[in-house]
């Protein structure tokens, strides 16, 4: 099972000069999978929340390209929240691990690396199923975050 100590900030090498910055992103090189899917949010209002889900296979890098927002991971013994607001840092979220994002600003773009292509089976989007497949003690608790 993922832990949160699993997942890691990832810092993109940023080119300057007078022009402006290029990052250059390669899948196997600094983002540890083979990419396999790009898609990104933009457009979402000020201050919104996107529903959590986890992966059973599928790994992510997520980056705020523009404005910030938080993510928040949980491995169902704990929860750790994550704020993006550089275009150069993305956050490795391997499979299991629950994401929440959140708090975003406007006019924030969200792009997000996968490491597989889209497969609705892959998801896991109740919490609750999420905390049966990897803390089965706390899934019994009533009133779990």
Same mark, same amino acid.
Not at 110 to 117: F, K
């Given at each position: *099972?993922a832990?949160?100590?699993?997942?890691?900030?990832?810092? $993109? =090498?940023?080119?300057?000069?007078?022009?402006?910055?290029?990052?250059?992103?390669?899948?196997?090189?600094?983002? /540890?999978?083979? $990419?396999?899917?790009?898609?990104?949010?933009?457009? $979402? /209002? %000020? %201050?919104?929340?996107?529903? %959590?889900?986890? @992966?059973?296979?599928? @790994?992510?890098?997520?980056?705020?390209?523009? %404005?910030?927002?938080?993510?928040? $991971?949980?491995?169902g013994?704990?929860?750790?929240?994550?704020?993006?607001?550089?275009?150069?840092?993305?956050?490795?979220? =391997? &499979?299991?691990?629950?994401?929440?994002?959140? &708090?975003?600003?406007?006019?924030?773009?969200? *792009?997000?690396?996968?490491?597989?292509?889209?497969?609705?089976?892959?998801?896991?989007?109740?919490?609750?199923?999420?905390?049966?497949?990897?803390n /089965?003690?706390k &899934? *019994?608790?009533?009133? @779990? =975050?």
């Amino acid at each position: *099972m993922a832990r949160l100590a699993d997942s890691k900030l990832i810092k $993109i =090498p940023v080119i300057r000069d007078s022009r402006g910055n290029l990052s250059s992103i390669e899948g196997n090189k600094n983002i /540890p999978f083979d $990419i396999q899917r790009v898609f990104y949010l933009y457009d $979402i /209002p %000020g %201050g919104s929340t996107r529903e %959590g889900h986890a @992966h059973r296979q599928l @790994h992510q890098v997520v980056f705020a390209l523009a %404005g910030s927002f938080d993510v928040v $991971i949980d491995d169902g013994y704990g929860r750790q929240v994550i704020h993006l607001n550089r275009s150069f840092n993305g956050l490795y979220i =391997p &499979n299991l691990l629950w994401r929440e994002l959140n &708090n975003f600003s406007s006019g924030s773009v969200c *792009m997000v690396l996968a490491s597989e292509h889209y497969e609705a089976l892959d998801y896991i989007r109740s919490y609750d199923e999420y905390l049966s497949l990897v803390n /089965p003690q706390k &899934n *019994m608790v009533p009133n @779990h =975050p």
